[in-house]
Structures are given as structure tokens and as C-alpha cells.
């Protein structure tokens, strides 16, 4: 990192310590040569770094009297962080929690949790209270409704540090922390590969194209059948299949229907839904994995329970709850020692593949 200028780091210290009070509205700071004498630089030096202040409005100057703060914090600066999960999907949120807790570890911060799609809640609320200053921060892991993303994007844009959990928004300027979805759609469908596999359906609940993760699962997918020059499996579309729920006799259907195309491996778009399909072929009597091999992705605890026991792709829920946290702890430092500009980030967390007895040798 590039040394920062001797002036800058003066420009820096001061509206850090105007923003966190040490310098309230309406006190004096030092004078130019209190701070040359106390940084040990030329009073043209200090001078740029209190010119510069002054030219952003965080100070006036009087003359003959000094340079006064005219920047007003917040009235109340909460400790809060909001974090919103969604309720939904369980697996996971432990470690969320866990991971996050310990990110938060050294500073100051608490978490409030919230659990999208439960009684009580709404995103109304939540950014209702987030506009009164009673959170400081928000870790989303549950989606966001559309109709409240204008507000939730002008609190970003006033300083509201938002960071997305697992998920990403395209076009947004929130950062996000997510687990490395293409690399893992990639090494499920090359474990199938390389069992000898050729006819490999990936299966989506989700519409792939409107959900950034589950695009990049399928993306993964695609790369691997490419790379070994096999062909797309043309099964019919199921129009049903994007209802909210599914039962077992749609699922027994959707089964026989891609047995008659000869599919040897169904690569699933997440545990739950693999889970459900393999419970549905049980149903039928089918020779599992021989008559039909299963990959899911997640690694929730029901994955090495279901027979036959599901291989899947690990995510490091943990992991991504701490580095959600640091980075929002990062933005809710809006004036470190860098020169640098802060910038949108996008932190992959390593996926692994779990091995089980759901695919068989081909």
C-alpha cells in the first residue's frame, strides 16, 4: 500500500475525530501550528489538510478565532446491527448466527435478528427503523422485496452500510459475501463426470435466470458438460414445476417422465429439493443410485440421514457469517487511514465437495 501523504493523514485523523465526537458541533480544533508542531510537518502542510476540511463542510473558519466543527453527528448512534434471515430455508441459520457473533467479536456492535416470512415481521419495519437510526447496519440473507429496494438503496447512499449474505443483487451497489456457487455447480457435475455419467439434468425450483446463486450453480453445470462435450438432455418443460409447492405424485411424474430420456444424474439446485426427489424415487420403488444417482448442494444435516445418503456440495455458513461481518464493520468506518476510496466487494467463501453413497459408477 502507497505511503499516505503527510497531509492526508492529518485531513484523515481530524474527520475521524469530528465524525466520532471527539471535536462535538461548534468546538475548535487545533490550530494550524499546534498540529504542525504535533504531526512535525510545515504549516503549509497542516494548512492543506484544514483548507481541505473547510472546502468539504466540516469546518468554518473565523479569523483571528480558529476553525470551528460545523459537522453534526447523529443524535443517537445505534449499536445494533440488523440481521435478516430467511425463515424459510433453516439450514444454516446457526452458523449464520455463530459466525457473525464472532466477527462482531472485538468491536462494539450487537446483532438483532430478524426472521423473514415469520408473523410479525415486515420490511417496513425494518427499514422504518433502520431511517430512525435505530440499526447501524444491515446483514441481508433473506431477499428483499423489490417494492422497498429504492429506500433500501438511498440508506446505502446516505451511509447505511448494507451487506448481502449468500445472495446477490445485479446492478445494486451493496456489497456481498457469498460461497463460491459457480465453482461448486462445476465440481458436482464433474463428480458425476467422472462416475461415468453422460445424461446430467440440473434441477431448479428457482427460476434460474432471476436468482443470482442458483444462476451460478447452473452456470457451473454448464461449464462442466462443456468442457467434457456432452449434450444438454432435452426434457420437456414442466410448467408446474414453478409452484411454490410440490408434492410427491408431481414429483413421481417429473421422475418417470426423465427416466424415459434416460437421465443417470440429477444435479439439484439445493439439499431440500434433492432430498425431496430422492424421497419421491424411494417411493416408486426405484434402485437408488443405480436406477438414478442424486447430488444436492448445502450439506444440511438430513443430507447424511436420507438413504441413500446424499453427496453435496459443503458451504462454509460460518465462515460467510464472519466475513459478512467484517465487512460490514468495514463500512461502518467510513473514514480509515487510506487514501483509497472504499469499494463494492464481492467475497467468495470455498465450497467443497461431500462424497456420499448417492452416485453410482456408471
Not at 505511503?3 to 471527539?22: E, H, M, R, W
Not at 498540529?35 to 473547510?54: F, H, N, P
Not at 453527528?73 to 434471515?85: A, M
Not at 446483514?139 to 448494507?162: C, D, E, W
Request: net charge neutral; glycine share 4%; aromatic share 12%.
Amino acid at each position: 500500500m502507497k505511503k499516505v501523504p503527510a497531509y492526508q493523514k492529518i485531513y484523515l485523523d481530524l474527520k475521524n475525530q469530528i465524525f466520532q465526537g471527539v471535536y462535538p458541533y461548534n468546538s475548535r480544533i487545533p490550530t494550524e501550528k499546534e498540529l504542525a508542531d504535533y504531526y512535525q510537518v510545515s504549516r503549509i502542510t497542516s494548512k492543506r489538510a484544514v483548507d481541505e476540511l473547510a472546502n468539504e463542510h466540516w469546518l468554518r473558519r473565523y479569523p483571528g478565532k480558529g476553525s470551528f466543527v460545523t459537522y453534526r453527528s447523529r443524535e443517537k448512534q445505534s449499536l445494533q446491527i440488523g440481521l435478516v434471515l430467511n425463515f424459510s430455508t433453516n439450514h444454516g441459520l446457526k452458523e449464520y448466527l455463530a459466525g457473525i457473533q464472532k466477527g462482531l467479536t472485538d468491536s462494539s456492535y450487537s446483532i438483532k435478528a430478524y426472521y423473514a416470512n415469520q408473523t410479525g415481521f415486515s420490511f417496513e419495519t425494518l427499514l422504518s427503523a433502520a431511517e430512525r437510526n435505530e440499526l447501524a447496519g444491515l446483514i441481508l440473507q433473506a431477499p428483499i422485496p423489490t417494492a422497498f429496494l429504492s429506500r433500501l438503496v438511498q440508506l446505502f447512499y446516505k451511509g447505511f452500510p448494507v451487506i448481502l449474505l449468500n445472495q446477490e443483487m445485479d446492478g445494486l451497489p451493496f456489497s456481498a459475501v457469498i460461497s463460491q456457487d459457480f465453482l461448486g455447480g462445476y465440481q458436482a457435475t464433474r463428480h458425476a463426470i467422472e462416475k461415468g455419467h453422460e445424461k446430467i439434468y440440473f434441477v431448479a425450483q428457482t427460476p434460474i435466470y432471476s436468482d443470482a446463486v442458483v444462476r451460478q450453480r447452473y452456470l457451473g453445470y454448464l461449464k462442466a458438460v462443456t468442457e467434457k462435450n456432452l449434450s444438454l438432455p432435452k426434457v420437456p418443460y414442466l410448467p408446474s414445476f414453478d409452484r411454490p409447492t410440490i408434492d410427491t405424485p408431481f414429483m413421481q411424474d417429473c421422475l418417470r417422465e426423465w427416466e424415459k430420456h434416460d437421465l443417470s444424474c440429477l444435479v439439484f439446485e439445493n439439499d431440500v429439493l434433492a432430498i425431496e426427489f430422492l424421497s419421491a424415487a424411494n417411493t416408486l420403488g426405484w434402485d437408488l443410485p443405480h436406477d438414478l444417482s442424486f447430488i444436492g448442494f448445502d450439506d444440511i444435516p438430513l443430507a447424511q440421514l436420507i438413504e441413500p445418503h446424499l453427496t453435496t456440495i459443503r458451504q462454509n455458513f460460518y465462515e460467510l457469517g464472519v466475513q459478512a461481518a467484517l465487512c460490514l464493520l468495514e463500512q461502518l468506518i467510513p473514514f480509515k487511514e487510506t487514501h483509497e476510496d472504499p469499494s463494492q466487494k464481492r467475497i467468495e467463501i470455498p465450497v467443497a465437495l461431500v462424497e456420499r453413497s448417492s452416485v453410482a459408477a456408471r
